[in-house]
């Protein structure tokens, strides 16, 4: 069976860091994804990786987030610099495929992480 674990959420204060992780068990996933839900707003896509292309970055988070996976396939969000406004329920997603278009996208991955809660105070 198909399963996302995330880890690595927490409280941390304006300006600090978090390093989320996801690991899949069960298949091999080659495109890969952070979401990230707000309460009363959409799902909305963070970073993703294909392995293939340079990783895809939300506006809202370019130059202050790094996804990254390691040869287990394990993926990483290395977040920097947090503000208040990134408090939200992290998703990891993953498809099998290598996909080139949509990365960010909710549409573009089948199976889903239960969620990491980060919370940045100002």
């Known amino acids: 069976q198909v399963q996302l674990v995330e880890s690595g959420g927490g409280s941390v204060q304006s300006g600090g860091s978090l390093r989320l992780s996801c690991a899949a068990s069960?298949?091999?996933?080659?495109?890969m994804g952070w979401f990230r839900q707000a309460p009363g707003k959409e799902r909305e896509g963070v970073a993703a990786?294909?392995?293939?292309?340079?990783p895809q970055y939300a506006d809202s988070v370019k130059g202050r987030f790094t996804i990254s996976r390691d040869s287990k396939n394990t993926l990483y969000l290395q977040m920097d610099r947090l503000k208040p406004e990134d408090t939200a329920m992290y998703y990891c997603?993953?498809?099998?495929?290598?996909?080139?278009?949509?990365?960010?996208?909710?549409?573009?991955?089948?199976?889903w992480g239960q969620g990491t809660q980060v919370t940045v105070s100002s």
């Open positions: 990786d294909n392995t293939v292309n340079q």
């Open positions: 997603a993953a498809v099998a495929d290598i996909m080139y278009g949509y990365l960010l996208n909710r549409a573009t991955y089948v199976y």
């Open positions: 069960a298949f091999t996933a080659r495109t």
